[in-house]
């Protein structure tokens, strides 16, 4: 089955403590994507990826780093969390032509 | 002023009406046109997708652009309950090269179906 695969889905962590959300698709994609979603503002782009160790800042990437050693894998790391940074994160995949975007199903992060 | 813009609603319809959602945008070098779907707890997913102006319709939906007015639409015929969602518009220039991948969202626009 094609998918997008994130995880954790669940995250309560501290402010400071670094973490990593890690993203995976199957479908043999090149480009990849990380998005936060938060209310009233809708899905905004926060890095994206468009081929093995191709990244580009999206329209907020303060306080996220993203790797892309492998084609299959796009971690989202943040290595001082604080609490503006508690939300929705989605991972999306999409093969050359872009447009059309898979997500995975969310990780909800909570920065106390 | 936004790129695009989408009411929030919420909007609510009995079962079996005619669902009209709609964006509106101001970036003139869009050329794709996407609508997803996304179910309370559950990422998007992609429901339809246009090139450039026209209709296209797949089953009980069917999405319009109007590249003239920078407008598009979102049609569910005979809705059920399990429409009830949030629709999110999406638009991207595709113009190829850096930069083209990028898709911007509307805001969405809660549904919800009464049986």
């Known amino acids: 089955e094609a998918q997008v695969t994130q995880n954790p889905r669940y995250l309560i962590t501290v402010t400071g403590k670094k973490l990593t959300v890690t993203c995976s698709q199957n479908?043999?994609?090149?480009?990849m994507s990380w998005y936060r979603q938060d209310p009233g503002l809708g899905l905004r782009q926060i890095y994206y990826?468009?081929?093995?160790?191709?990244?580009d800042k999206g329209d907020v990437p303060e306080g996220y780093k993203v790797s892309r050693k492998e084609k299959r894998n796009f971690p989202l790391i943040l290595e001082s969390p604080s609490p503006n940074q508690t939300s929705l994160y989605f991972c999306?995949?999409?093969?050359?032509?872009?447009?059309?975007?898979?997500f995975g199903a969310g990780t909800r992060l909570s920065v106390l | 002023q936004k790129e695009v813009e989408q009411d929030p609603g919420p909007l609510s319809v009995p079962e079996g009406a005619i669902v009209s959602l709609n964006c509106t945008y101001s970036?003139?070098?869009?050329?794709?046109f996407m609508w997803y779907r996304q179910y309370s707890r559950k990422g998007p997913e992609l429901l339809m997708y246009?090139?450039?102006?026209g209709n296209k319709e797949d089953g009980r939906f069917t999405a319009q652009v109007d590249k003239s007015s920078k407008y598009i639409s979102l049609f569910i015929r005979d809705s059920q309950p399990s429409d009830s969602a949030t629709y999110l518009c999406?638009?991207?220039?595709?113009?190829?090269?850096?930069?083209?991948?990028?898709?911007?969202f509307g805001k969405g626009t809660k549904l919800s179906v009464i049986p």
């Open positions: 999306a995949s999409s093969d050359w032509h872009g447009n059309i975007q898979y």
């Open positions: 479908m043999n994609h090149e480009y």
């Open positions: 990826s468009m081929n093995v160790e191709v990244t």
């Open positions: 970036n003139s070098a869009f050329q794709y």
């Open positions: 246009t090139y450039s102006s």
């Open positions: 999406a638009m991207s220039e595709g113009r190829g090269g850096a930069g083209s991948y990028q898709l911007t």
